[in-house]
């Protein structure tokens, strides 16, 4: 889930949402809304019922939300929600098999961005110079 101990245990948190590793596992690099108003305003009504609602309800529906509605979110609003739920009530994700395998994949990326980045690629690189166990 969110905060896999195999990827490191690290909570989501709404900056990972937004961040450019969120917007690469989401599939929201440089993409235009297809579906226009109805789409926008779909996303907008369900992250303002969710903010009103219970926790009790929003885990009656969330099956259904991530069944009907979740395809039909553009990424940006799906982030929008993952995020949401990760922060305010990440239960909820147990009963979404869509949005708990990207949020999964969020968290696997975001553990392995912390080690596969150019710093980090670097000191590796180096290190193996040092070694001889590299071409130069």
């Known amino acids: 889930m969110a905060s896999d101990v195999l990827f490191g245990g690290t909570p989501l948190l709404p900056a990972?949402?937004?961040s450019d590793v969120a917007k690469a596992v989401f599939?929201?690099?440089?993409?235009?809304?297809?579906?226009?108003g109805f789409q926008v305003a779909?996303?907008?009504?369900?992250?303002d019922w969710l903010s009103l609602a219970s926790p009790k309800l929003i885990m009656r529906w969330s099956h259904?939300?991530?069944?009907?509605?979740v395809p039909i979110l553009s990424p940006?609003?799906?982030?929008?929600?993952?995020s949401y739920l990760c922060e305010h009530l990440p239960q909820a994700i147990e009963n979404m098999p869509?949005?708990?395998?990207?949020v999964t994949s969020l968290a696997r990326a975001?553990?392995?961005?912390?080690?596969?980045?150019?710093?980090?690629?670097?000191?590796?690189?180096?290190a193996l110079k040092q070694e001889g166990l590299a071409k130069n």
């Open 110 to 126: 975001v553990h392995l961005s912390k080690f596969i980045n150019p710093a980090a690629l670097d000191r590796l690189s180096d």
């Open 98 to 102: 869509n949005t708990r395998e990207s």
């Open 27 to 36: 599939n929201d690099k440089g993409r235009a809304p297809i579906g226009g």
């Open 76 to 82: 940006s609003g799906f982030r929008a929600l993952c």
């Open 64 to 69: 259904q939300i991530d069944v009907l509605i």
């Open 42 to 47: 779909v996303e907008n009504r369900l992250l």
């Open 16 to 18: 990972h949402f937004d």
